[in-house]
């Protein structure tokens, strides 16, 4: 183990670095009998895929999945899924000018100093281009929380640097570049997109995800509690720095009186637990934002340091996305897919023979 | 498993109730060698321990630890090492009350629909005195980690309800009963709490953890990143909602050109990074702030639901923190040290032979 | 981790040593509902007792059970179960005379050469009276068996230093000391036993043990197979040196005709697969048989080092088993019931919702 | 997971059907810094693949692998080493006659009966083709094992059916297609195997495998025992049914005189502990023997069950090895090398500050 697989029971192992010859991913876990083939999960893929837009990178790649086991006549065999995405637009030469130079913000400081090996070419394992992988194993996991107990999974851009953006129409995310709920707010974002990469620089984002119909009762106490590991595969995605369940951070100045959601016959009249009690799924939506940090990889100038420790300045030019947050919304509804699949799983094993005294209570309307 | 052990190589197994016997732990993997006695661990504990001010629990408990097992004279032998902490004031009859009732925001309503069965004595094994397991785990971590490689772990309340702490004083810490680095606020604080406890009411609260020393290359890529363990052990301490690390949620509204850390022979610059970069220390302070929502049991009475679903209403009578954030600060530390402790094993393990081309960047200066 | 816990989902973790206050135990992942007092684990304990004919170590130890957490009002809740059993009748100075030697076949050589650190007392960690812990485990899992799933498991002495045994009565077991399935050997037995304590050496043993009931399906493939988990966890019994499941040995001179266990509607004709096929369960009896080496602290005189190196010899005087393999036959039936635990919960996780699309072959008969 | 990874920290994960288009792995944890290329792996897939004599099956693969990730310029970089063999000769037609009947002694019945899925290509995921990833694996381990700390693995078939074969010369094992070390011997056994294969049957074997050059202090206490690892290893391969270390069911009859190793100034005078004592290396030849049962596709009709439960009969007409055992030397050599270097990487994770009072005593010369 080097940090490469994630999962107790819905696993995922992830390989590949930017430059090399292929990314590719084993699902191991997965119930069988799940009807799964390639398209399934290359509409996620697509979603996620570079060059899609002018405000993300311009690098080509089709993100053409193979799965190479674990299907069998269109349905899951219940063994380890293994699929491959070839990498086809790699342009080693454009890291020659920065091959020597740390870039500030970036993990080809730390990288050297862990191995001692340094792939300049893209990021190497760093890049986020990695998050193919898991978009694929989340396609899975959604596909199948979807069937088994309708569970459903989306996300949405909040922030795009400075700028706050309200969730008014979640039909409307999937019908624009930026995965924004606002139409009416995409214009603003194109300019700000323009400008900014004009400018040489990059931004921050917020992303928020929310799972509606998940059962109460998923997740277990103490160390390994539901918003435990929605946290870890939350801060796994690159270029994350901050999380929050439900009234988040808001928490920390509310009352008691305020941030408990008291429950009625008809439901949960309000949702600041983010359907995670103790650990445990309420029952409610289960709501998470991500804070995400700017590219590091910036056409501006830097101060920073060569492989030797010597002063110097780095500028970027190969192709980047000037706002990894533009792309990270499928990435989020991946990591969130795979981690309530795993507790699901999990759940049910230890759990499977519990009959709850009472009917689960419905979350809060609207 | 069901989520009661956490780490890879510095593996801590939990178990007890608030008001069954008692607590303990099982620390597994610890290197032979460490010096320890049950002192080492107490004056962690004491510093978390109820009853120590008015504005905290008054359960009277003494949380002496009886160290069972892996240390023999004097020395930690590299073997499981087993502890006690014996319940000393529980009062099971205090819950009379509300046995039938769930409390809002509270763990009582998602743990009957999990296991089928209902302690409500206490919040049973959701209550918050399970961190005591923590803090004794956190303490040999905090002692091994200062030994071997001179890291150095501290904490601090950042906010209290509304009220925002700057961090002017670590040796003020320790001196109050709140954490506060900034000893001018504290009778302010104290005021704050009288009224709240008065109140009948609670508050949330935001604590930060630093670790100094760190050396850069800890934590592994893509899933096994150092924040992302950090994020799950915060996440997993009672009542957290939101965590950040570095600029946290303010990366979002930050530039590439400003978020990103420069570097300089003198050190890095900044550290918007909190001292991670794609999952790997970066040898700068390890930065992390975490928000607690306020205690969901208080003395005010709210609308819910008792066990047979039926409509009520419930205020809890019982000793309770009316503000959990108040004892988090050694909390805090410990889930960090324990983090931290098991990613060093980790690097090691994989990375004992690595030499890296260039000396470490020193974090930045004050 | 350093490998004193075990399982997947059914979770075993153990400390403690020989001359220590005490050993104890977490059971973590049994469902909940379970019917569980002290008394259920303590009749298992008994089996395994020291002291309980003359033919055994003469250490007195009640071998009491506390448990400290997972149980409310006689039910498993789903959380920990911690639970602890005192040493009473520890005498550290028996060592003194071999403190500073080594006992060839003895763990005090590679637990020095690993830790630096020598704890000769009993052999610490290293002591067989850490299966006393398993054993409380095993309890928990077969009673959870039994009633869930009507899985019964049992073991019996198949061999005692040069004499086999055979299976004549499984109602004889625990009517002699030595768990031997033929009440017409025992006396045979005894004297063997009588003058192997008189020669002050000791012998080896074999010891069989069967789970019938158990349903086809248990078990993972290629490497989480059943038999591979039961292979570690026999093997992780202290003495043991080889195992066998099904034919074992034996199917090295079968032919494929004769090995391979035809079907009828009856069901299986034979059962040389030992109720494992392709590592899963076959809903066969799964049958296992391991090797007990000697004990290796004997009263005879042997060539040894000291600990820095230099020749000598050693004599043991202290009390300890002149055969382990008497014992160990409630401590190999705890393991397996672990492990089958272990893949019921893993296999209800994964394939809750398959219907076979046949019924269940018969075992066997007879 | 179910299943499909192993290891702690060289971590090995596997993927693929016998007829679906590739086998892949991923291993994860290798350190950085390793010499690999393809041709390092290629070698030990030689040693393994089929159609290599008359002897076993003449499926003819190339089983050319393709290295994906984790090798940059030559050397492992730390990251996840992701590789593919594609299958170029599977014959999913042959498999049309039995496609509705299970084979005695096969593992299509179990598959069955978990999954509720059946895929009798050639085994599906059970077929004895996935050996090819851990073999992939192993060659990784061997290297590093021989260029870090100076160890030997190998192995040699020490029965075929009814024949012992002994140790005569190990250069004479890679000379022939039965990893035979008896060069006089090697007539003897192909005759047999023709007069096998022509009579339709399939026949069992043993395979010893000797890791030369383990230092002591590998493995851990109780649970993660170096043998408790092996042993979990070795059974997980395809066919097995048992297993010893060193003395192994040998010491059953032995008396504890003659079973402990006795030790001098010159080293440790026998090796009935077969390099591990305690669970940890003793720096002793690690000394295993597997049992292999007789292949269950054999040509000889059988009574048996269809997919609907009705009786039949069943004879298999593919291609498949008559005695699986004649191919397992390579793969036995390779899961000893995966566990070695797993334990060796977490012996250092936790003892790397470890200096032993004395020096290694050497293992039993010759």
């Known amino acids: 183990m080097s940090g490469n697989t994630f999962g107790t029971l819905y696993c995922v192992t992830s390989f590949g670095e930017s430059h090399g010859p292929a990314y590719g991913g084993v699902v191991d876990g997965c119930p069988p009998g799940l009807a799964l083939e390639a398209a399934d999960i290359q509409k996620e893929l697509d979603r996620r895929k570079p060059g899609a837009s002018r405000h993300v990178t311009q690098r080509r790649e089709s993100d053409a999945i193979e799965i190479l086991s674990g299907v069998f006549q269109g349905r899951t065999t219940g063994t380890a899924i293994g699929f491959l995405i070839r990498n086809e637009d790699a342009r080693a030469k454009d890291y020659a000018a920065i091959a020597q130079k740390f870039r500030p913000g970036h993990a080809d400081y730390t990288y050297l100093m862990k191995y001692g090996v340094r792939d300049a070419r893209g990021g190497g394992r760093a890049s986020a281009r990695e998050t193919v992988v898991r978009v694929a194993a989340g396609a899975i996991a959604k596909k199948w929380l979807a069937e088994r107990y309708g569970v459903r999974i989306r996300g949405y851009l909040a922030q795009l640097g400075p ?22 707010v995409v214009p603003e974002l194109e300019r700000f997109m323009d400008e900014l990469r004009a400018s040489g620089d990059s931004c921050g984002a917020r992303v928020n995800v929310v799972a509606s119909g998940v059962p109460p009762g998923w997740g277990e106490p103490v160390y390994g509690r539901l918003d435990a590991d929605i946290a870890a595969a939350m801060m796994s995605i690159n270029a994350v720095k901050g999380l929050e369940i439900g009234a988040g951070f808001a928490a920390v100045a509310q009352k008691g009186s305020e941030h408990g959601d008291e429950m009625s016959p008809e439901g949960f009249l309000s949702n600041n637990n983010g359907g995670v009690l103790g650990g445990i799924s309420s029952g409610q939506d289960v709501a998470v934002s991500i804070a995400l940090k700017p590219t590091s990889s910036i056409r501006l100038p830097r101060r920073t340091l060569d492989v030797k420790g010597e002063a110097t300045t780095v500028a970027t030019a190969g192709r980047h996305d000037p706002c990894v947050g533009l792309r990270a919304t499928p990435i989020a509804e991946a990591m969130l897919a795979c981690v309530l699949m795993d507790h699901a799983l999990r759940h049910r094993a230890q759990c499977a023979d519990v009959t709850p005294p009472l009917a689960p209570v419905p979350g809060r309307k609207g």
Do not use: K, M, Q
Request: glycine share 0%; aromatic share 14%; proline share 14%.
């Open 163 to 184: 700028r706050s953006i309200e969730l008014r129409d979640w039909d409307a995310v999937d019908s624009n570049p930026f995965f924004c709920p606002d139409p009416a």
